[in-house]
């Protein structure tokens, strides 16, 4: 602990600061996390526990190190804030978050009941769900003191969200997939227009007719254009093929970029699955054939996979179940009745579309072929509507699965 707290702010530097000594700039949701800690220390404890959940590689950790610098530059003294990853403390000295929060009171000579309202203290943990019972010892740390803020993260969306003692006390935060405009912001520094984008969504979403929302568009076509004067064809297949996650930022070899994309994807498979599921390993081999199988083609029926991967009807919904809790694949549901949308099978959609760039490089397919720059635009189309009904209540897009029909359904 002493030592975490010592060496912090040098061991984060990779992820506040770039090669050039500038600062790397910060995601959109950051701001969110700023004004949370800013209310906290003001004196509003109604929020004082805030989890980041999502997958592996959308920049959490940069954001966890991004927002202990602002406190920091905020004059927080460094033994206030304390940065641990958990995957290292439970792999290193196998100590469990209850543990860690005892030798960080012994450090401090204080118990956090003792701590007064001038002695605001930030326990910040990376991967929190490498301790099975992390929200129980949360949960403890939050009810002992009202002047102790908790920000975790971790990639397991069920692991992060399951428990009842989480779900009661923490805001939950999920870490979407890099937008397009936010993807040029970070990577080249292209000022973001708000404003316009609201009015565009605004006019997509809640005209009254498509007469009406072409109308509202057409108005807007000089600032569309003027926006995009700054943006070639290659840059939106740069983004489809690699920008939707975040570490491609700051990446110019795209083969080393599919490299430590398909490491991830190893990973989640390897060691977040048997956290959601009891994924044997036999069947670990399985889900990486089942996503190889979802990147060539997303319109699968059960039967067909459960043929073609030689797996029970159980074992795979059991893989396509903590696929899905892993934020690795999600499910849209043939548009209908209730009894079309139990009956079909859904279209399973990858979070990131740079997961099925990625997969269908190593299997050898041209990333660069019209035929698949088409499947990944529909899949940046589908993530932009998955984010959109996170924010909009009652808010609900399907796919049309008529022959010929359209992408998607929004209701």
Request: neutral net charge; hydrophobic residues 40%.
């Given at each position: 602990?002493?030592?975490?707290?010592?060496?912090?702010?040098?061991?984060?530097?990779?992820?506040?600061?770039?090669?050039?000594?500038?600062?790397?700039?910060?995601?959109?949701?950051?701001?969110?996390?700023?004004?949370?800690?800013?209310?906290?220390?003001?004196g509003d404890v109604s929020i004082r526990w805030m989890v980041l959940a999502g997958l592996r590689g959308m920049g959490k950790t940069t954001?966890?190190?991004?927002?202990?610098?602002?406190?920091?530059?905020?004059?927080?003294?460094?033994?206030?804030?304390?940065?641990?990853?958990?995957?290292?403390?439970?792999?290193?000295?196998?100590?469990?978050?209850?543990?860690?929060?005892?030798?960080?009171?012994?450090?401090?000579?204080?118990?956090?009941?003792?701590?007064?309202?001038?002695?605001?203290?930030?326990?910040?943990?990376?991967?929190?769900?490498?301790?099975?019972?992390?929200?129980?010892?949360?949960?403890?740390?939050?009810?002992?003191?009202?002047?102790?803020?908790?920000?975790?993260?971790?990639?397991?969306?069920?692991?992060?969200t399951r428990g009842p003692d989480a779900a009661r006390r923490a805001l939950v935060r999920h870490v979407p997939s890099l937008s397009f405009t936010e993807h040029l912001m970070l990577?080249?520094?292209?000022?973001?227009?708000?404003?316009?984008?609201?009015?565009?969504?605004?006019?997509?979403?809640?005209?009254?007719?498509?007469?009406?929302?072409?109308?509202?568009?057409?108005?807007?076509?000089?600032?569309?254009?003027?926006?995009?004067?700054?943006?070639?064809?290659?840059?939106?297949?740069?983004?489809?093929?690699?920008?939707?996650?975040?570490?491609?930022?700051?990446?110019?070899?795209?083969?080393?970029?599919?490299?430590?994309?398909?490491?991830?994807?190893?990973?989640?498979?390897?060691?977040?699955?048997?956290?959601?599921?009891?994924?044997?390993?036999?069947?670990?081999?399985?889900?990486?054939?089942?996503?190889?199988?979802?990147?060539?083609?997303?319109?699968?029926?059960?039967?067909?996979?459960?043929?073609?991967?030689?797996?029970?009807?159980?074992?795979?919904?059991?893989?396509?179940?903590?696929?899905?809790?892993?934020?690795?694949?999600?499910?849209?549901?043939?548009?209908?009745?209730?009894?079309?949308?139990?009956?079909?099978?859904?279209?399973?959609?990858?979070?990131?579309?740079?997961?099925?760039?990625?997969?269908?490089?190593?299997?050898?397919?041209?990333?660069?072929?019209?035929?698949?720059?088409?499947?990944?635009?529909?899949?940046?189309?589908?993530?932009?509507?998955?984010?959109?009904?996170?924010?909009?209540?009652?808010?609900?897009?399907?796919?049309?699965?008529?022959?010929?029909?359209?992408?998607?359904?929004?209701?």
């Amino acid at each position: 602990i002493q030592r975490s707290i010592s060496s912090a702010e040098e061991r984060l530097k990779r992820f506040v600061v770039g090669p050039d000594g500038e600062r790397y700039p910060k995601r959109f949701m950051f701001q969110g996390l700023a004004d949370k800690i800013d209310a906290f220390r003001a004196g509003d404890v109604s929020i004082r526990w805030m989890v980041l959940a999502g997958l592996r590689g959308m920049g959490k950790t940069t954001m966890l190190a991004q927002s202990y610098q602002y406190l920091l530059d905020s004059g927080v003294p460094r033994n206030r804030i304390l940065f641990l990853s958990v995957e290292d403390s439970i792999r290193k000295l196998n100590a469990s978050i209850d543990e860690l929060m005892t030798a960080y009171e012994k450090v401090i000579g204080r118990t956090l009941e003792s701590l007064g309202d001038d002695e605001k203290t930030f326990v910040f943990l990376d991967e929190a769900h490498y301790d099975p019972d992390w929200d129980g010892a949360l949960k403890s740390v939050y009810e002992r003191s009202n002047n102790v803020f908790i920000l975790v993260t971790g990639s397991s969306a069920l692991a992060l969200t399951r428990g009842p003692d989480a779900a009661r006390r923490a805001l939950v935060r999920h870490v979407p997939s890099l937008s397009f405009t936010e993807h040029l912001m970070l990577s080249r520094g292209t000022v973001v227009d708000g404003a316009l984008r609201t009015t565009m969504t605004d006019a997509m979403m809640y005209s009254a007719s498509a007469e009406e929302c072409y109308g509202r568009l057409n108005e807007l076509r000089p600032r569309i254009s003027e926006r995009m004067s700054n943006v070639d064809h290659f840059h939106l297949q740069e983004y489809l093929q690699t920008g939707t996650i975040a570490f491609s930022v700051g990446m110019n070899d795209r083969f080393a970029f599919y490299d430590l994309v398909a490491s991830t994807l190893d990973r989640i498979v390897s060691i977040d699955l048997p956290t959601v599921k009891n994924i044997t390993p036999v069947n670990q081999t399985k889900a990486m054939n089942l996503l190889t199988f979802m990147a060539l083609s997303d319109r699968m029926s059960l039967e067909s996979m459960t043929r073609n991967l030689d797996i029970s009807k159980t074992g795979l919904l059991d893989i396509l179940s903590a696929l899905e809790a892993s934020d690795v694949i999600y499910r849209v549901r043939p548009f209908g009745s209730e009894s079309t949308r139990m009956r079909k099978t859904p279209k399973y959609k990858f979070t990131a579309p740079a997961m099925r760039a990625t997969i269908l490089h190593k299997v050898g397919r041209s990333v660069g072929d019209p035929e698949v720059l088409g499947w990944l635009m529909e899949d940046a189309v589908s993530m932009y509507l998955r984010e959109m009904s996170r924010d909009r209540m009652g808010m609900r897009f399907d796919y049309d699965h008529d022959e010929g029909g359209a992408d998607f359904i929004v209701q």
